[in-house]
């Protein structure tokens, strides 16, 4: 089993119509990573409000950005080869995954099929999603975005909202998260994941 913390920066909020302009990943517990710009699929400039939240520019993208093609190639080459070239289940951990990056990523997954023959697999990855599971960790809070829970477990905030630098975050509080679950259930999510999804989708 391996376990990917994933982030990505896009043009928009709508996961169906909008652009993935930046994608970072992570091994969990492990220093092997991955980190790249695209250039907008539907060749549209970003907004200033998307640069503002982000810090991407157009000319940057234009400067650095891969084209999708590529850039979707070389991710899922890596994710290939992160699960031991695809011999290892893998478990996919986004914070609001389930209404924006999953979806994001199926659609990935969907649009380079159609035009490229692929070596990965995604019909068995367990897709878990940190904002439900910390609403079920912990039902009292009011504020459930990643930077609060950062600041309330005390994990330091550098660079938000660059896809690396969200991971990197992201795989903090995924710790904390399995951490109190394995207290509160009894469940050790690094060995059994689906147990993880379970449990943020009410199964017990």
Same mark, same amino acid.
């Given at each position: 089993?391996?376990? +990917? *913390?994933f982030?990505?920066?896009? #043009? %928009?909020?709508?996961?169906?119509?909008d652009? +993935? *302009? !930046?994608?970072?990943? =992570?091994?969990?517990?492990?220093?092997?990573?991955?980190?790249?710009l *695209? =250039?907008?699929k539907?060749?549209?400039?970003?907004?200033?409000?998307?640069? @503002?939240?982000?810090?991407?520019?157009?000319?940057? /993208?234009r400067? !650095?950005g891969?084209?999708?093609?590529?850039?979707?190639?070389?991710?899922?080459?890596? /994710?290939? @080869?992160? #699960?031991?070239?695809g011999?290892?289940?893998?478990? $996919?951990?986004?914070?609001? %995954?389930?209404?924006?990056?999953?979806?994001?990523?199926?659609?990935?997954?969907? @649009?380079?099929?159609? !035009?490229?023959?692929?070596?990965?697999?995604i #019909?068995?990855?367990?897709?878990?999603?940190?904002?439900?599971?910390?609403k079920?960790?912990?039902? #009292?809070?009011t504020?459930?975005?990643?930077p609060? /829970?950062?600041?309330?477990f005390?994990?330091? +905030?550098? %660079?938000?909202?660059?896809?690396?630098?969200?991971?990197?975050?992201? !795989?903090? $509080?995924?710790?904390? $998260?399995?951490n109190?679950?394995?207290?509160? @259930?009894?469940?050790?999510?690094?060995?059994?994941?689906?147990?993880?999804?379970?449990?943020i989708? /009410?199964?017990?």
């Open positions: 089993m391996v376990t +990917i *913390i982030d990505l920066e896009t #043009s %928009g909020l709508n996961p169906y119509h652009d +993935i *302009i !930046e994608i970072g990943a =992570k091994v969990y517990n492990d220093e092997n990573s991955f980190q790249i *695209i =250039k907008p539907s060749e549209r400039p970003i907004s200033k409000k998307i640069t @503002e939240i982000t810090g991407i520019t157009n000319r940057q /993208l400067a !650095e891969q084209g999708w093609r590529e850039a979707y190639a070389q991710f899922y080459n890596w /994710l290939f @080869e992160a #699960s031991d070239k011999s290892l289940p893998i478990t $996919l951990v986004s914070h609001n %995954g389930d209404t924006f990056d999953f979806i994001f990523f199926k659609r990935m997954y969907l @649009e380079f099929k159609k !035009e490229n023959e692929i070596t990965l697999d #019909s068995n990855i367990i897709y878990n999603d940190t904002l439900p599971f910390s079920r960790l912990y039902p #009292s809070r504020y459930y975005n990643q609060s /829970l950062a600041r309330t005390n994990i330091m +905030i550098d %660079g938000a909202h660059r896809a690396m630098a969200d991971v990197i975050v992201l !795989e903090q $509080l995924y710790t904390k $998260l399995l109190d679950l394995r207290i509160k @259930e009894k469940i050790d999510g690094t060995k059994e994941p689906e147990k993880v999804r379970a449990f989708d /009410l199964k017990f």
